[in-house]
């Protein structure tokens, strides 16, 4: 895949310019595709850090465990309308928060 947009992928616990650790996580026709891509980083690792949650209801615990270790996507190059991984996760906690819970 050659796109023109690429998603690479970081952890919130590194810092911000922090190279070390950044995975490439595919290249996209548009930004479109991308965003897509990104979003579903985002939501995985939602799903991921509820599992490790003392509160696996609670979407402003799940937020603040997402900022502290959550997979942070972001698309190349950065384009209007710009895709935030950390407003995204903001608006789908409580959603993640109210799926079927499985802690297996």
């Known amino acids: 895949m050659s796109g023109e ?3 690479l ?3 919130n ?4 310019d922090d190279d070390d650790g950044v995975d490439d ?3 996209y026709e548009t ?3 991308a965003v897509v891509a990104a979003k579903l980083i985002v939501d995985k690792s939602l799903r991921w850090e509820r599992r490790q949650s003392s509160n696996p209801g609670d979407p402003d615990e799940l937020y603040d465990r997402y900022m502290d270790f959550g997979d942070d996507p972001v698309i190349r190059p950065d384009t209007e309308p710009h895709f935030s991984a950390w ?3 903001k608006s789908r906690c409580a959603d993640i928060c ?3 819970f499985d802690n297996k």
Request: charged letters at 30%; aromatic letters at 18%.
């Open 31 to 33: 930004q479109e595709e």
């Open 5 to 7: 947009y690429k998603v």
């Open 98 to 100: 109210r799926e079927t």
């Open 9 to 11: 992928t970081a952890d």
């Open 87 to 89: 407003e995204y996760a």
């Open 13 to 16: 616990f590194h810092a911000y």
């Open 25 to 27: 996580c595919g290249s």
